[in-house]
């Protein structure tokens, strides 16, 4: 526990936008002591659903009643299948409007993105009171909500204050920190990602937000099983996991410590509006594939000889951003939000020749390093798909409803789907697409198509 605080004190010195963090045991009970601390004077409003309301919601009502702290009746969310949406966006908007309060969101994702998000439209900072372990944008800015038909990101502070009980995360639905899990497991591949992005010169790692993520990352993935079964110990240290990577995204104000090529799967599939068996796919499932797709393109790459790399053959192929725009034209046919999306983002990681040259020798110069770290950086291919499997998160494409010849479609999106340089963009300056789609989808390739 010392460990945990003195890493804690050290990520709210560099954060933004958080300013205190109670994380153990029985730890609601003390929310009333929180918001006197950070909003002397001011009443408040519990934010809940109806699940988050029994589990939480009554605990933290009852905290600011013992305490004297003034408070609006409770605004609960009576929706059976509540999803951020927008027009849950207008309701608590409206309702906070007319009142001079500080909200305390009591859930996860989904009450905290709404109430984040309302707060900041309004002008006012909020706490928040976590109920599972399942991601981490608790801690993180920004706000995933649905709108006319798309799931957007909105730029929003994160909160001010964050309540985290583990005991009560341990019975959440086993979904959630399963989610959870798959969300932090993705660090991993996203470590190698940005090792490479320095590599090349596109962004160097700042080492405090690298240190705050990866550092006792792997202690808390080592008990996937335990973390099903509802541990306390291994919830917790779920949650801290990811609690720290939300603050080292507050620190740099990028997601580029806790995101990489699995992160874009997610988002292509965001704008796919991706169900299964009639619901709206989580974050971390979605993520969770896109770890192992990421990680297997990783484990391809490991296996090239880049120190010997044809760079004259790689920058004779490359292609002019006219002719680029064309490939993406013809890529994303009848997808205009993916088009308009590709567009916009391959523009803005785009080098010329000269600057091709550039990433591939410096990546040439460093490999015979660099393959070494990003091999120990990694977690082998089937011992993270039997990690998923033993959280009880999805481990292969079917059980998000994504086909084997959707992942394959996906993969040939994945170059041109964001500007932030991931190991599919060392992929594919070198020319490989071709071989790692047969690496994967050919004969006797991980997820084999007939």
């Known amino acids: 526990m010392q460990r945990t605080m003195n890493k804690v004190e050290s990520a709210l010195q560099r954060t933004t936008d958080t300013k205190d963090l109670f994380i153990g045991q029985g730890v609601v009970t003390r929310t009333a002591e929180m918001f006197a601390k950070l909003f002397p004077q ?79 439209t309004l002008g006012r900072k909020y706490m928040c009171v976590g109920t599972a372990a399942s991601m981490d944008g608790y801690t993180a800015y920004g706000a995933s909500i649905t709108k006319d038909g798309n799931k957007q990101t909105f730029d929003c502070p994160a909160p ?28 991993i591949p996203a470590g190698a990602d940005w090792m490479l992005a320095e590599t090349v010169g596109s962004e160097a790692i700042d080492r405090f937000a690298w240190d705050l993520v990866q550092n006792g990352l792997r202690d808390s993935l080592a008990d996937p099983a335990a973390v099903y079964a509802g541990d306390v110990k291994k919830t917790e240290a779920l949650s801290e996991g990811l609690l720290m990577s939300g603050f080292a995204m507050q620190a740099i104000q990028s997601s580029r410590p806790a995101s990489g090529t699995e992160h874009q799967f997610s988002h292509c599939w965001d704008m796919e509006d991706l169900c299964f068996e009639g619901k709206h796919v989580s974050h971390g499932f979605k993520v969770g594939i896109g770890t192992l797709a990421s990680t297997a393109s990783l484990e391809f790459l490991l296996k090239k000889d880049l120190e010997n790399l044809n760079v004259d053959q790689c920058v004779e192929q490359w ?25 916009q983002e391959t523009r803005n990681k785009y080098v010329d020749k000269e600057g091709l040259r550039k ?74 697409m071709a071989e790692l789609t047969e690496y994967l989808f050919g004969k006797g390739g991980i997820w084999e198509i007939e």
């Open 319 to 343: 292609k002019s951003w006219e002719e680029l725009e064309c490939e993406i034209r013809e890529v994303f046919a009848g997808k205009s939000g993916h088009l308009a999306r590709g567009l």
């Open 359 to 432: 990433q591939l020798e410096a990546l040439k110069v460093a490999w015979p390093k660099l393959k070494e770290q990003i091999r120990e950086q990694i977690i082998p291919f089937e011992e993270v798909r039997n990690n998923l499997r033993l959280v009880g998160a999805p481990y292969e494409p079917e059980q998000i409803g994504v086909s084997r010849e959707r992942l394959r479609k996906t993969f040939s999106y994945i170059p041109y789907m964001r500007s932030r340089f991931t190991n599919i963009d060392v992929v594919y300056r070198c020319g490989f």
């Open 160 to 187: 001010y204050g964050f309540v985290m009980d583990p005991v009560i995360a341990a019975i959440a639905p086993k979904e959630l920190a399963a989610s959870g899990y798959a969300d932090l497991i993705a660090k």
């Open 42 to 120: 001011q009443r408040a409003i519990v934010v809940a659903d109806l699940n988050t309301w029994e589990v939480a919601g009554k605990a933290v009502f009852a905290s600011l009643e013992e305490a004297g702290i003034p408070q609006e009746r409770p605004y609960i969310f009576a929706d059976e299948e509540l999803y951020a949406e927008w027009q849950h966006v207008e309701k608590l908007q409206a309702h906070l409007r007319a009142l001079d309060v500080v909200a305390i969101a009591v859930g996860s994702g989904v009450m905290n993105d709404l109430t984040k998000y309302v707060s900041h």
